[in-house]
T-cell receptor
């Protein structure tokens, strides 16, 4: 099946710093990628939809100026958490739809801890 | 707005038991439904995907059913094993193409040897 990678798999940073998370589709092109966030013992919640060549669309309550999304190519989307705070600590997972299997492929996730 | 509910939130069973995990969704206008497994601190593993026109899908000891009109799905695990211990997530998709999934909170399963 198709593969989606994320980097880094985990990151610890100080409050106030910015963190960039990469999501790559390794063997297929993805014009759209989704970014989800999962707090402990909670479900995955959609944060935003990343669109190649255009602006991302954000879900209600997600600050677009804080969570910057760039979909620079058909295989790469990046999520930058700017001025991170402890409440941003979470598990961030991306996914990319693949028409070949009518499903979505998920990255392995990135664990962000903000001290 | 679509809401997905999973019951029970947690389940602990002895090895060998058959068990059923439940998933319900409020909007029956779905394109497909998918069951995932998530191990602690890890990403998602897709288990079964059921298209809206299908009633069930089977893979090994797993069987998922879908009753779209009533907004329900069940995941049946036969002869449970300690290695089945994980969180099981149910997710629905409204349309084909580039649409996101809506997830339930999951059921945390512990299978005791």
């Amino acid at each position: 099946g198709a593969v989606v990678s994320q980097h880094p798999s985990w990151v610890i940073c100080k409050s106030g710093t910015s963190v960039k998370i990469e999501c790559r589709s390794l063997d297929f092109q993805a014009t759209t990628m989704f970014w989800y966030r999962q707090f402990p013992k909670q479900s995955l919640m959609l944060m935003a939809t990343s669109n190649e060549g255009s602006k991302a669309t954000y879900e209600q309550g997600v600050e677009k100026d804080k969570f910057l999304i760039n979909h620079a190519s058909l295989t790469l989307s990046t999520l930058t958490v700017t001025s991170a705070h402890p409440e941003d600590s979470s598990f961030y997972i991306c996914s990319a739809p693949w028409s070949g299997a009518d499903t979505q492929y998920f990255g392995p996730g990135t664990r962000l801890t903000v001290l | 707005k679509q809401e997905v509910t999973q019951i029970p939130a947690a389940l602990s069973v002895p090895e060998g038991e058959n068990l059923v995990l439940n998933c319900s969704f409020t909007d029956s206008a779905i394109y497909n439904l998918q069951w995932f497994r998530q191990d602690p601190g890890k990403g998602l593993t897709s288990l079964l995907l059921i298209q809206s026109s299908q009633r069930e899908q089977t893979s090994g000891r797993l069987n998922a059913s879908l009753d779209k009109s009533s907004g329900r799905s069940t995941l049946y695990i036969a002869a449970s094993q300690p290695g089945d211990s994980a969180t099981y997530l149910c997710a629905v998709r409204r349309n084909s193409g580039n649409t996101p999934l809506v997830f339930g909170k999951g059921t945390r399963l512990s299978v005791i040897a």
